[in-house]
Every structure is written in structure tokens, then in C-alpha cells.
């Protein structure tokens, strides 16, 4: 069976959906909701902002209750089926995030058992055919396949074959019929 590992923040949860509702709810700002989709939340903070941001993530409680991101579920369950599951999340950046994630994916993804579940830095570490994440370092630092799930703080990127949401995975990845 082919390994397909899925990174979690803005691939598995909509994690830059809460870091906007944050922005737009507790910060003093101009910008709407608009703007986060097209531009990063580098490009639009201001660095304290970001630094603020940073520490609101490190929260116990940040990675608990975040949406799944639509059609997830369904589309990794059928996957199963064909591809041997892995998630790979570079939880280290935020120490306190581990259990948070934990307790996301069991609750979300049950079928998903722990020993599939890897909680790494740097993701060259990950030995998979493919890898579905948002971020560019992350597949530039990775030896299989990479695929690109888009986000607005990845729009600019042509080297990568893209999928912007769930049912274009299930397109590339599934038998359809
Ligand atoms: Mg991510």
C-alpha cells in the first residue's frame, strides 16, 4: 500500500479560520475578512500582532476546538481504504499544542490509530510517498511526493501539484468510481 501522510494545521483543521476570527474579534484592525484570504497573516500583522498571535497559539486549549476543514473526514476515511494514513504535524513549534492535537484527531479522525500519528520539527523526516500540506518549506524539505493544499499564504507557488480543498484530494487520490 502507498503511505499518504497529511499535515493537520489549514490541511486536516481550519486553523487560519480561527487565527482570523482572533485577528478580526480581539485586535484592534482595519482589515476584513476579505483580506485573509488572499494574503498572509505575515504580510497583514504587524510584527507585535504576530508575536501576539504566537502566544495566543501556545495556549493550552488553542488546537482543541478547531473546524474540521469541510468533506475531511469522509475523503481520508475513504483513503484508508487505498493509502496507509499517516499524520505528520510539526507540533513542536508549539510545546503546549500536543495533547490539544491528540484529543482533535481522536475525536475527529478515531480510525486514524495512534501509531500512525507523528508529532515532528523538520518534515524531511517523514518517509511517505506522498505529503499533503500547505506550507512550501515543508515539501521542499520532504523526499516524496508533494502536494500543495491551498492557502492564502501560498497562492504565489507554481511548483507543486495543488488541491484547494477535500473533494479535489478525493479527485486526485481516489478511484471515483
Ligand atoms: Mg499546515
Not at 475513504?78 to 499524520?87: A, G, P
Not at 510517498?129 to 512550501?136: A, E, G, K, W
Not at 516524496?144 to 497562492?155: K, Q, S
Amino acid at each position: 500500500m502507498l503511505r499518504l501522510t497529511l499535515d493537520m494545521d489549514d490541511v486536516m483543521a481550519d486553523t487560519h479560520e480561527k487565527l482570523v476570527s482572533i485577528v478580526l474579534n480581539d485586535f484592534q484592525s482595519t482589515l476584513d475578512k476579505k483580506d485573509f484570504e488572499v494574503k498572509s497573516l505575515r504580510e497583514l500583522l504587524h510584527p507585535k500582532q504576530l508575536t501576539r498571535l504566537h502566544k495566543v497559539m501556545n495556549e493550552p486549549g488553542f488546537f482543541a476546538n478547531i473546524q474540521v476543514k469541510k468533506d475531511a473526514v469522509e475523503t481520508v476515511y475513504k483513503l484508508s481504504r487505498f493509502y496507509e494514513i499517516y499524520v505528520a504535524t510539526a507540533a513542536m513549534e508549539f510545546p503546549n499544542s500536543f495533547k490539544d492535537k491528540f484529543d482533535w484527531l481522536h475525536k475527529h479522525f478515531d480510525f486514524i490509530p495512534w501509531s500512525n500519528i507523528v508529532f515532528c520539527g523538520h518534515k524531511s523526516i517523514i518517509h511517505s510517498d506522498y505529503l499533503i500540506d500547505d506550507h512550501v518549506r515543508n515539501l521542499n524539505a520532504f523526499k516524496g511526493e508533494g502536494i500543495l493544499f491551498t492557502a492564502a499564504h501560498n497562492l504565489q507557488d507554481k511548483t507543486y501539484r495543488r488541491v484547494s480543498n477535500w473533494k479535489d484530494v478525493a479527485e486526485l487520490f481516489l478511484p471515483n468510481k
